[in-house]
T-cell receptor
């Protein structure tokens, strides 16, 4: 079984500063990956970024980057130059990998971190 | 392009009533999923369908049934609603294979009294 832990229930950041949201994982799979999703107060789930354990370089998507440290089993999300619109709940999620490397895609989510950006 | 649509958006049921949550996607995805989200928690998988004609249980399937009607539609049924099923329900879809991001519907907020 795989487990995702987000230990920060809430985080605060000043507008235009960078913030790191923590995510640790536990899995027995040799290959795995991590997603980050954003959930604004309106409720929808928005995909931000993904990285597989086999990727050599940390993933980046605009102001989002993934700090993947396999030895520490962590996959932290870094948001640079925070904006007021970044205020939301953020979830880390791991897909299930079936033996043989084909993923069903079903996700195990962490508990989430509420990010508040102050002007 | 509508993406993933869910109906209804809100529903209030009395204990013991039944209802079906509808989900449809227009992205030609093979895989579809139903999750529930309880206050202050992440999403938990109820059922999923890796491809048309197949369904399988997720982490919290008790009290639910699903039907993959065709490639586009995946419905979730509560046969006898209980207060513990008060939650926000999300449907999602994705391509199958190497992990592709899941596209989520807007959610259904269900209250069981």
């Amino acid at each position: 079984a795989q487990k995702i832990t987000q230990t920060q229930p809430g985080m605060f950041v000043q507008e235009k500063e960078a913030v790191t949201l923590d995510c640790t994982y536990d899995t027995s799979d040799q290959s795995y990956g991590l997603f980050w999703y954003k959930q604004p107060s309106s409720g929808e789930m928005i995909f931000l970024i993904y990285q597989g354990s086999y990727d050599e370089q940390n993933a980046t998507e605009g102001r989002y980057s993934l700090n993947f440290q396999k030895a520490r089993k962590s996959a932290n999300l870094v948001i640079s130059a925070s904006q007021l619109g970044d205020s939301a709940m953020y979830f880390c999620a791991m897909p299930y990998w079936r033996a043989g490397g084909t993923s069903y895609g079903k996700l195990t989510f962490g508990q989430g971190t509420i990010l508040t950006v102050h002007p | 392009n509508a993406g993933v649509t869910q109906t209804p958006k809100f529903q209030v049921l009395k204990t013991g009533q039944s209802m079906t949550l509808q989900c449809a996607q227009d992205m030609n995805h093979n895989s579809m999923y139903w999750y529930r989200q309880d206050p202050g928690m992440g999403l938990r998988l109820i059922y999923y369908s890796a491809s048309e004609g197949t369904t399988d249980k997720g982490e919290v399937p008790n009290g639910y049934n699903v039907s993959r009607l065709n490639k586009r539609e995946f419905s979730l049924r509560l046969e006898s609603a209980a207060p513990s099923q008060t939650s926000v329900y999300f449907c999602a879809s994705s391509q199958t294979g190497v992990p592709y991001e899941q596209y989520f519907g807007p959610g259904t907020r269900l209250t069981v009294t």
